[in-house]
């Protein structure tokens, strides 16, 4: 519902111009699923066409928050590899300002293909924020790091998911979240070469997903599941 009341203010959205980066990962706070993608795709081929940025994150693996199937000892080797990609590869880190969090008007949005969705708990079954709305409020294509059935979910409340391009269904069902982030990454693999061709192709449907979004119907749907 906070999504739908942001999209109407958002700026015009921009469907079919060409991106100087292929895929965004966008965080606010550090956590060691996140860390977990970066590592996990730290070895890709498309590594470097990755848009990456936080507004904010801890300094020590103590901080981060621990998840299911990871022990103190697998959290500090995660922690220790990311922060070698760092040095390496350094992130892009935001002004921190309360309104970072609500827009979608920064390159990570408006000049990327693809955004993948971390979302803050994916280990939570149904736990989903407003980061889930924000590649389809910035008119993108998107992979989702979320709990179980995500994917589905959207579905069911109307969005398009774009099937016939992204095979979503390879891990949306997967119950480990490590297994599920591996399995979303394979499907990236995949489609990456095809980016650009999948995103023209799509542009009225994803334009489609933002009217959904702001319309009145889709916040009958929301309240009516509520009731």
């Known amino acids: 519902l906070w999504s739908h009341w942001m999209s109407l203010s958002d700026e015009e959205i921009d469907f079919t111009s060409p991106r100087t980066k292929s895929i965004s990962c966008l965080y606010v706070k550090t956590r060691i699923t996140r860390v977990f993608n970066i590592v996990e795709l730290k070895n890709k081929?498309?590594?470097?066409?990755i848009y990456m940025a936080w507004i904010d994150r801890f300094n020590t693996s103590q901080e981060l928050m621990h998840e299911d199937g990871l022990t103190a000892t697998d959290i500090e080797k995660q922690w220790e590899t990311y922060l070698e990609i760092e040095k390496n590869v350094p992130l892009v880190s935001h002004v921190p300002t309360e309104l970072d969090s609500c827009l979608v008007l920064g390159p990570g949005y408006t000049d990327t293909y693809l955004n993948i969705v971390l979302e803050a708990r994916p280990v939570v079954q149904?736990?989903?924020?407003?980061?889930?709305?924000?590649?389809?409020?910035?008119?993108?294509?998107?992979?989702?790091q979320a709990s179980e059935g995500t994917v589905q979910y959207l579905r069911n409340i109307g969005f398009d998911t774009f099937d016939d391009y992204i095979d979503h269904a390879r891990y949306d069902s997967e119950p480990d979240w490590k297994r599920r982030t591996q399995l979303m990454h394979s499907v990236l693999d995949e489609i990456m070469p095809n980016l650009k061709e999948i995103f023209d192709n799509t542009a009225e449907r994803r334009k489609r997903n933002c009217e959904l979004l702001k319309s009145p119907q889709f916040v009958a749907e929301l309240l009516k599941t509520l009731k």
């Not at 081929?45 to 066409?49: A, H, L, R, S």
């Open 126 to 144: 149904g736990f989903l924020t407003e980061k889930i709305c924000k590649p389809i409020r910035a008119g993108q294509l998107f992979l989702v």
């Open 45 to 49: 081929w498309y590594f470097d066409k």
